[in-house]
């Protein structure tokens, strides 16, 4: 996690695939074990407008860990994770704008 907060934004990113990519291979597990490290360390990426490329990387690696995780602990990080996505749309760039409609989009469609 400590490459999510590396002054270098090519290393943020990088952080951010590589996170995302674990919850991708690892889901459950990882999810179930580290969600209250994972969660809080993205959506502070998500908060960076000075590098929009990260910030939808962060706004892709949630999407991941979302898939794999179990609703009872998506529910605790919905109203952080919906603010900052929703200030994403209204603030952000183009490409972070995409990525954040695709990952409402997403959640849309998980939660009933």
């Not at 590098?51 to 179990?70: G, L, M, T």
Request: net charge negative.
């Amino acid at each position: 996690m400590q490459g999510l907060q590396d002054p270098h934004a090519k290393v943020r990113w990088a952080a951010c695939q590589a996170v995302g990519q674990m919850c991708t291979d690892l889901g459950p597990d990882i999810q179930n074990d580290e969600h209250a490290v994972i969660v809080p360390a993205l959506t502070e990426v998500m908060k960076d407008f000075n590098e929009p490329r990260v910030q939808a990387h962060a706004a892709a690696a949630i999407v991941n860990f979302s898939e794999n995780c179990d609703e009872e602990i998506l529910t605790g990080y919905l109203d952080n994770l919906i603010t900052q996505l929703l200030g994403l749309l209204q603030n952000g760039q183009k490409l972070v704008k995409v990525r954040s409609e695709l990952t409402s989009s997403y959640r849309r469609c998980q939660c009933p």
